[in-house]
């Protein structure tokens, strides 16, 4: 079964709400999970790093204001794309790591539709 | 840094047929190496995975050798099946923050 829950699957918004993702551990706790955005037919693309306890870690031209990362407990983060626009419409996957990183598993991702 | 090089697909093939996904990397140290399959409007799933040079990952028919010596992962099965189409990412894990990806390979098998 799945060991990393992401939840909405899918999500049609307004432009200029905000949607909120989240990203659960459910069988082992989790100190760090990244967050992927999917662009068609391409590979996924880190987008930040997400730190139990502290700020997360954006990676080189990823808007830390408009993509909101909170990492309250040890087996859950959240994305929020906050005054999203129809260019935000993508593919979302985050990932937990387990075991040094050895293995990562991946949630099962968010379909955001921006309209 | 660490880079990883796929194969362009899409790689079209009919049931039963022999397939190749070929990959290479670039990494500092001796790093893991996965296979990660995605199906359509689907997350993420570890197909295989091989943790030094010589081993060999499989799962569901589908095998790849670590190749230190020429820096290869490639993915291989022997008869491929409709269900088996997907878009296949080989990925590396060096000990830096996250898994390196391949641009992955789409795979359409045909009955």
């Known amino acids: 079964g799945a060991v990393v829950s992401q939840h909405p699957s899918r999500v049609i918004c307004k432009s200029g709400t905000s949607v909120k993702i989240e990203c659960r551990s459910l069988?082992?706790?989790?100190?760090?999970m990244f967050w992927y955005r999917q662009f068609p037919k391409q590979s996924l693309m880190l987008m930040a790093t997400?730190?139990?306890?502290?700020?997360?870690?954006?990676e080189q031209g990823v808007e830390k204001d408009k993509f909101l990362i909170n990492h309250a407990s040890l087996t859950l983060s959240t994305l929020t794309v906050t005054s999203a626009h129809p260019e935000d419409s993508s593919f979302y996957i985050c990932?937990?790591?387990?075991?040094?990183?050895?293995?990562?598993?991946f949630g099962q991702g968010t379909r955001l539709t921006v309209v | 840094g660490d880079s990883v090089t796929q194969m362009e697909g899409p790689v079209t093939l009919s049931e039963e047929a022999f397939l190749t996904i070929n990959c290479t990397y670039t990494?500092?140290?001796?790093?893991?190496l996965f296979w990660y399959v995605q199906y359509p409007g689907e997350g993420l799933q570890l197909l295989l995975k091989?943790?030094?040079?010589?081993d060999k990952g499989s799962n569901k028919g589908f095998e790849a050798t670590y190749r230190k010596e020429t820096t290869s992962f490639h993915l291989e099965k022997g008869s491929v099946q409709v269900s088996d189409s997907a878009v296949y990412f080989c990925?590396?894990?060096?000990?830096?923050?996250?898994?390196?990806f391949g641009k992955g390979t789409m795979l359409l098998v045909s009955p």
């Open positions: 990932s937990a790591p387990r075991g040094g990183n050895t293995e990562a598993f």
């Open positions: 069988d082992f706790q989790a100190t760090t």
């Open positions: 997400s730190n139990e306890g502290s700020k997360a870690t954006y």
């Open positions: 990494a500092t140290g001796y790093p893991s």
């Open positions: 091989a943790t030094k040079a010589d």
């Open positions: 990925a590396l894990y060096s000990g830096y923050s996250t898994l390196t």
